[in-house]
């Protein structure tokens, strides 16, 4: 009697137990389940338990194993996508093999400093094994990644799309302190904003030309994502500056040669052989001219204009031409100077760096970054010093006369005004403005809103 209190004892105890595999003794039917003890009771039990605790051990363990988790890696200078997986608790065969199958949709030496990869593993079987690699996704634009997933005991890569959708954008807005504040306060982005000033850049001088109360109004491309947000820009279409009370509208458009380039009202391009201002954000920090020397403390000739911006800001080529010298200088420091043709060159000194691949001999383009910011040689601090060289003589860059570029004519001309006018009607519709056309048989015929724009 005593043997048989102790089995129902322990059967008691086991009821409260419920592992995967085994069922509980107190759910439904529970009678039609108990199983019937005869003398040897005690032993079938003791037998039954390590198998009902070898059942819940192999589900837990099933459970762990069919758990995935994620790790996010961004990609540091250095960083080869075989040390990154290595690093991450990856077998380094299994890496091989993964990485040999993503070659086949991008190349592992392309992979850049600040480039996103996704990792899915899960976890080993063995305290001492290495996880296991589920999926790898290199995340290359927004727009674009590339995803290598196991298959198997191989690896299946693929290429995902995400295309943007375009959209066109506009904005105005006036200056009270600077372009770029208002160009802020108005929302427009700084990448559109550098592309404005350099569209202007071969008239307008932006340290002295601009006054309060001078207007800026500008038509761009936008490209967004499923959300809706921004996540780049693309080109400017239509721009115009306002200043003092004179309004200049440019529209992009290209020629029949394929020539993309920005043209006023009467197809005359803005482009001119040289720029004013070869810098973004600077600020006139020295003209040409006699003056006191800050080092040397004598009066000569400062045969260029000064520009002062932060270390590394870019510089540009004024002009499309031949690089006659990169490097150093004397007092000049970091020095590039460029032969546009048989009468112009250009210099810039005292640079922190020179632009790879700009050295003697090259071949540079209106608008491409030769150098950066510094403060080399003979400086008292960060600046450019731009010098425009005419017949081999210095002459002062804020005051050259220089002949505008191309001239629309004919059928290109007829092209344009057709672009032009598409522009002025999308400007006006964005924001909601009256907008005259050119084209209608009543001079001075006007649309009032975006409703009536067909009229």
Known sequence: MKKLSTVLAALAGATALSFAGVTSLTGPGV????PILDANAEDQLV?????????????????????????????????????????????RREAHTAITRMSEVFKPRYLKPGQEIVLTLRPASAPEAADSLV?????????????????????????????????????????????????????????????????YSFDVDFQRDIREGDGFAVMYERFVDDSGATVRTGNILRASMTLSGKERSLYRFETEGGTVDFFDDDGKSARRSLMRTPINGARLSSGFGNRKHPILGFTKLHT???????????????GSGTVEYAGRNG????????????????????????ARGVRKGTRVQQGQV????????????NHLHYEVIRNGKFINSRRMHLPSGQQLKGDELEAFLVVKETADVQFAMLLRKDVEFASTDTPGATCQGPESAPC
């Open 31 to 34: 009678a039609d389940e108990i």
């Open 135 to 199: 999926s790898m996704t290199l995340v290359e634009t927004v727009e674009r990644e590339y995803v290598v997933r196991r298959d198997g005991d191989g690896f299946l890569a693929e290429t995902l799309d995400h295309p943007l959708e375009m959209e066109i954008a506009a904005a105005e807005g006036r200056i009270e302190m600077s372009l770029f504040l208002a160009g802020e306060e108005a929302g427009v982005p700084l990448g559109v904003l550098a592309d404005l000033i350099q569209i």
């Open 304 to 318: 260029g204009t000064d520009f002062a911006a932060p270390r590394g800001t870019p510089i540009y080529a004024a």
């Open 370 to 381: 030769i150098g950066y910011v510094g403060s080399t040689g003979q400086s008292t601090g």
């Open 47 to 91: 037998a039954a338990q390590p198998a009902a605790y070898f059942a819940a051990d192999s589900a837990s363990e099933a459970a762990q194993l069919t758990a995935t988790y994620q790790r996010q890696v961004v990609v540091g200078n250095g960083d080869t996508l075989m040390a990154l997986l290595v690093d991450n608790g990856i077998a």
């Open 331 to 354: 007092g000049y420091g970091l020095y590039v100077r460029i032969r546009h043709n048989g009468t112009y060159k250009t210099a810039y000194a005292h640079m922190s760096g020179i």
